[in-house]
Nanobody
Framework: VQLQASGGGLVQAGASLRLSCVAS????????WAWFRQAPGKERDFVAGISRSGRAVLYGDSVKGRFGISSDNAGITTYLQMDNLKPEDTAVYYC???????????????????????WGQGTQVTVSS
C-alpha cells in the first residue's frame, strides 16, 4: 500500500492545520492508522493513533487536547486536525498504517513505530512564533 500525506504548511502560532493521508494501491478495507512527527535533530515521536473501528484513539502527551485523529468511513483516509499550534509542533509529519490481520485487534490503536507496516513520505509543518 502507498500512502500520500498532504496539508502541511507554514502557519503562525495559534493557527490550525488539517493533515490528510490517503492509502492507495493494494488496499484491504479499513486500516489502523497513526501519525508520527520528526523535528530537526530529534527522534521521530508518536503523535496520534486510531483503531480500524475508529472507536479507540491515542495521543502523545504534547498534543493531547489540541490534536484530533480521525478516519473516513472506508478507512483508507486519515486526518489529523491540529489546533492551537505551537512553534514546538514544527516537524515533518508522517502517516503510517498497519494492515489488517496478524492478530491486531479491531479496536486497538497503535502508538509504536514497530506496530506499523507502511509509511508515507511526510509533510512539513512549520509554526512561527
Amino acid at each position: 500500500v502507498q500512502l500520500q500525506a498532504s496539508g502541511g504548511g507554514l502557519v503562525q502560532a495559534g493557527a490550525s492545520l488539517r493533515l490528510s493521508c490517503v492509502a492507495s494501491g493494494r488496499t484491504f478495507g479499513s486500516y489502523t492508522w497513526a501519525w508520527f512527527r520528526q523535528a530537526p535533530g530529534k527522534e521521530r515521536d508518536f503523535v496520534a493513533g486510531i483503531s480500524r473501528s475508529g472507536r479507540a484513539v491515542l495521543y502523545g502527551d504534547s498534543v493531547k487536547g489540541r490534536f484530533g485523529i480521525s478516519s473516513d468511513n472506508a478507512g483508507i483516509t486519515t486526518y489529523l486536525q491540529m489546533d492551537n499550534l505551537k512553534p514546538e509542533d514544527t516537524a515533518v509529519y508522517y502517516c503510517a498504517v498497519r494492515e489488517p490481520g496478524n492478530g491486531w485487534g479491531y479496536d486497538s490503536a497503535p502508538s509504536r513505530e514497530y506496530q506499523l507496516d507502511s509509511w508515507g513520505q511526510g509533510t512539513q509543518v512549520t509554526v512561527s512564533s
